[in-house]
């Protein structure tokens, strides 16, 4: 069975941020930026929430339903065929979500802007399944709707770990060089790229 794929709402875009963190909740990449258990999965959705709200401006957020209710996943993306405008209060706004973990916030955000590609494509910032669907293809349907829509437009992508890259390899995504970008602490992220 196809799942429905279908654009969110504005007022879902929260959800949206809430469930990312949650299945990215125990990737190393999160416990980098915010170390303390108690407090990372209402930092991380703050901040996926801000990002995911921006997304319907220059990009799309699309998400398939729970049939018990709520998000099973969701999809946000980024049209950098064009020039992306900036987070309205950005700086402020994420100070205010961070708190003392601000400067690992920043140093992720000079790392992806010093390897953001230059060519134009499609950014796929996030890709969510809620832990309870997770390995029923949900993520590459989400893909797959969006790489249809391209019409040749390229895509872009960091991965998080080996899992994620063998997904995106399946759609089509190949390693960049650099491949390997780290943090400060050395926590790694994987560039990958489709044509």
Request: aromatic share 10%.
């Amino acid at each position: 069975m196809n799942p429905v794929i279908r654009p969110a709402t504005e007022a879902e875009l929260g959800a949206v941020g809430a469930l990312i963190a949650l299945s990215f909740d125990d990737l190393e990449q999160n416990r980098s930026l915010v170390p303390d258990p108690q407090s990372r999965l209402r930092v991380m959705s703050d901040f996926f929430t801000m990002l995911t709200e921006h997304a319907p401006l220059c990009g799309k957020v699309e998400v398939i339903d729970d049939p018990a209710g709520g998000l099973a996943a969701a999809a946000v993306w980024f049209d950098r065929t064009v020039e992306m405008p900036e987070i309205p209060h950005y700086d402020d706004r994420l100070a205010a979500l961070a708190g003392e973990w601000l400067p690992h916030f920043h140093a992720l955000d000079e790392l992806f802007d010093k390897h953001h590609p230059v060519d134009p494509h499609w950014h796929l910032a996030f890709l969510a399944v809620h832990p309870d669907h997770q390995s029923r293809g949900l993520g590459g349907a989400l893909m797959d709707s969006t790489h249809q829509d391209l019409g040749g437009t390229a895509a872009y992508l960091e991965a998080t770990n080996d899992d994620n890259i063998r997904l995106y390899r399946r759609y089509g995504y190949t390693e960049m060089m650099p491949f390997d970008i780290r943090m400060p602490d050395d926590t790694p992220f994987y560039r990958m790229w489709r044509a």
